[in-house]
C-alpha cells in the first residue's frame, strides 16, 4: 500500500526496552479535499530513510497496515491500528515540468493509408493469386 503527500513532522529516532528497539515517526498530510494527517512509523534498519527527508517535502511512502489485540486488565479487548513505513520516495522534480513528446518509435516513419489506396476503381490488375 502506498501514500503520497507532504511531510508535517518528521521524530528523533527514539529507543524502547533493553534490546534497542528503535522507532521514527513521521507524520504525512495527504493532500485531497479533506487532507488526512497519518502517523506513520519507521521502526530498527528504516529509521535512517527519513535522514535525507525535511518537512515540507512531497513524498511517496510504502507503508503495511499491521492491526493488533490488547486485552486489559478488567479483560475488555481493545484493537489498535498501525502504518509502518518500509520505502520514502521523494516526488520533488518527478514530474516533468515542460511536457515533452516522447521520440519518434520505429513505426513513426511510415505514411498513412489514405482511402484511395483501397479504391476498386484502379486500372492496375491484381496479381494475386486469391
Known sequence: M???GKIKVIGETK?????GFQKRQLVL???EQYPQHLLIDFVQDKTGLL????????VKIGVNLQGREWIAPDGEAKYFNSLNGWR???????????QT???P????????????????????EDDLPF
Not at 529507543?15 to 534490546?19: C, D, I, L, T, V
Not at 520514502?88 to 515542460?98: A, F, R, V
Request: hydrophobic share 15%.
Open 15 to 19: 529507543e524502547y526496552g533493553n534490546n
Open 51 to 58: 535522514d535525507k527527508y525535511s518537512v515540507g517535502q512531497p
Open 88 to 98: 520514502i520516495e521523494n516526488l520533488e522534480g518527478s514530474k516533468d515540468k515542460g
Open 29 to 31: 498530510t495527504t493532500e
Open 2 to 4: 502506498e501514500v503520497t
Open 105 to 124: 518509435g520505429p513505426g513513426d516513419n511510415f505514411e498513412p493509408v489514405s482511402d484511395s489506396d483501397f479504391s476498386e476503381d484502379k486500372d492496375e
Open 101 to 103: 513528446s516522447p521520440p
